[in-house]
T-cell receptor, first 112, second 114 residues
Framework: KNQVEQSPQSLIILEGKNCTLQ??????????LRWYKQDTGRGPVSLTI?????NTKSNGRYTATLDADTKQSSLHITASQLSDSASYIC???????????FGRGTSLIVHP | NAGVMQNPRHLVRRRGQEARLRCSPM?????VYWYRQLPEEGLKFMVY????????ESGMPKERFSAEFPKEGPSILRIQQVVRGDSAAYFC????????????FGSGTQLSVL
């Protein structure tokens, strides 16, 4: 059964600090992994995509990593801003299905 | 190129009434997904449709819920005889015809059942 587990469930940090969100996935056959950001009251928006052959990818202050051997991914946010407060969702896609597998998300709150 | 459009943004229904949620996918997208989200919870897959076909409805309750994506017009998620437990945010997403393309989400419909 395809599964995506995220940790921590929630995180509170001060503005300007860095943080790292974790994602463990069990998806077969693995195709790619995306991180989405969901602001309160809005739909999720894709931040980055990681394929099997990629280890690290950056998008501004967001850096995603992927370890295909351990089936783990992380999202690192540098120099957090108040606008980073949102839910971050890890989503793994399988080459064998049109239905990607969603994690429950990590709720990030950035305090001034 | 307009994004995924959902309407209404907010919908209030009394118990026993019907709720109809609409989703217009992005231009060129033939795949539509519906998700449900309760407060402080993750997105739960409900149904996946292609034009005129329901491909996977494994996440949708067998009773009272139905979905369609006609050849012309938006995709519709229909909930008959709503109950308080149906109160949630319902998100629609669309994608091009590929198993690995990213999903583009609408802003959701917040359904409140009184």
């Amino acid at each position: 059964k395809n599964q995506v587990e995220q940790s921590p469930q929630s995180l509170i940090i001060l503005e300007g600090k860095n943080c790292t969100l974790q994602c463990n996935y069990t998806v077969s056959p693995f195709s790619n992994l995306r991180w989405y950001k969901q602001d309160t009251g809005r739909g999720p928006v894709s931040l980055t995509i990681m394929t099997f052959s990629e280890n690290t990818k950056s998008n501004g202050r967001y850096t995603a990593t992927l370890d295909a051997d351990t089936k783990q991914s992380s999202l690192h946010i540098t120099a957090s801003q108040l606008s980073d407060s949102a839910s971050y969702i890890c989503v793994a896609a399988s080459g064998g299905s049109y239905i990607p597998t969603f994690g429950r998300g990590t709720s990030l709150i950035v305090h001034p | 190129n307009a994004g995924v459009m959902q309407n209404p943004r907010h919908l209030v229904r009394r118990r026993g009434q019907e709720a109809r949620l609409r989703c217009s996918p992005m231009k060129g997208h033939s795949h539509v997904y519906w998700y449900r989200q309760l407060p402080e919870e993750g997105l739960k897959f409900m149904v996946y449709l292609q034009k005129e076909n329901i491909i996977d409805e494994s996440g949708m309750p067998k009773e009272r819920f139905s979905a369609e994506f006609p050849k012309e017009g938006p995709s519709i998620l229909r909930i008959q005889q709503v109950v308080r437990g149906d109160s949630a945010a319902y998100f629609c997403a669309s994608s091009p015809p590929s198993k690995t393309e990213k999903l583009f989400f609408g802003s959701g419909t917040q359904l409140s059942v009184l």
